[in-house]
């Protein structure tokens, strides 16, 4: 079965981020200022043009949405040529000698995490998760907040550190605001922001009470990212504990102060929510949304959003009908025979020996055009299938 968890973050990422990681230009230094700046590492792609697997992952991983999505929040993403340039330095810098070789580098240019060879979507994220967690020394800021230190510095770090490790950094940041007489000084309106976690929160209510503050400070930009991250942590939450009032929260906050992407919000947060519920009458509401409007044309897309209808609802006709027809929709998108043949197993799996004969003769058109390996294939599973 399809984890609900995956499922939703998927379709947030493909929602609400381009495709793919967004590789900045510009000097190597202009990158280890900007992060710096916005208190992130630099992630290198270290490659060489003629290196293989630095081929295939520029197709296949920085191209990813789900990738994409966490490397261009969480990173400043730069791609370096290890054989001419500012790459020659850095080569020898840091001890570059196989390809690819993906660095995760701190502001002040020290070597955070050096990861060789090729590394699929997922065990990238994985890789990065660990580089981010390794470069923050919360132990430290720990150690001196339980020793009395509340220094506005040693507070705003010790909350960030919280943030960037994903544990709850609340009641901390509820603990310094108390203590603060103006809320409004440009300190602490970017504690504010930064702190402003979860949509459901007392920090967010003043995140909402200083808006016009706030984006005079830092812009409307980075508002509506902590709305969106604010949201999209609230709606984790009413997926784990199947609350849907918390739900009905981060979509409003959306509504109210992000409202460009208020509707896809909307639709990818409610399907991890009902999917999880197992509510699939609403589930189907709003899949056949995302279908539409989103992976109408993403033949492979649609193939996995038809399996975790027919993996989360098994023996409900409403499901079947619909996986049916994101299962047609994604053979029509293909133009593959294998789709059309995807297509014709599950109707004879339904007991649609009818259509299923047509979705094949469709898919012995296409094979004509594919090539013998392709006709063979479909004559072999068409002959299965008249035995059975």
Partial sequence: MYKVFVSFFLLL????????IAFRSGTWQEALDEADRQGKL??????????????????NVFTDAKVGAFFNDNFVNVK??????????????Y???????????????????????????????????????????IEKYESAYLEGNRTPELVYNYVHALNKTGKSSLKVANEYLRTQTDLSTPENLRFILMAAVEADSRIFSLLEQYQNQITALEGTAMFQAKVLEASTNTAKKAITYTQEDLLKTAVEKM???????AADFEVSASMGFFLKAKDEKNYLKYCNSYVRDVI???????IKQARILLDNFPGSRKSMDAAEDIFALAATAAQDSEYYMLYADLLFR???????????????????????????????????????
């Fill in 42 to 59: 630099v992630f290198v792609d270290a490659y060489a043009v003629w290196c293989g697997p630095c081929k295939r992952m520029d197709e």
């Fill in 80 to 93: 370096m040529d290890m054989e001419k340039g500012e790459g020659l330095k850095l080569r020898a810098k």
């Fill in 255 to 261: 509504k109210s102060y992000y409202p460009e992407k």
């Fill in 13 to 20: 990422s493909g929602w609400m981020q381009a495709q793919g």
């Fill in 296 to 302: 109408s044309d993403n033949p492979l897309g649609l």
């Fill in 350 to 388: 339904h007991g649609k020996a009818e259509k299923a004969m047509e979705a094949l003769e469709q898919a012995e058109k296409i094979a004509i055009e594919e090539g013998e390996a392709s006709k063979n294939r479909v004559e072999s599973y068409k002959k299965k299938m008249g035995k059975s």
């Fill in 95 to 137: 001890s570059v000698r196989a390809y690819p070789t993906l660095l995760f580098v701190a502001g002040d240019g020290t070597l955070v995490e050096s990861v060789v060879g090729y590394r699929g979507p997922e065990d990238l994220i994985v890789a990065a998760e660990a580089a981010i967690k390794k470069s923050i020394p």
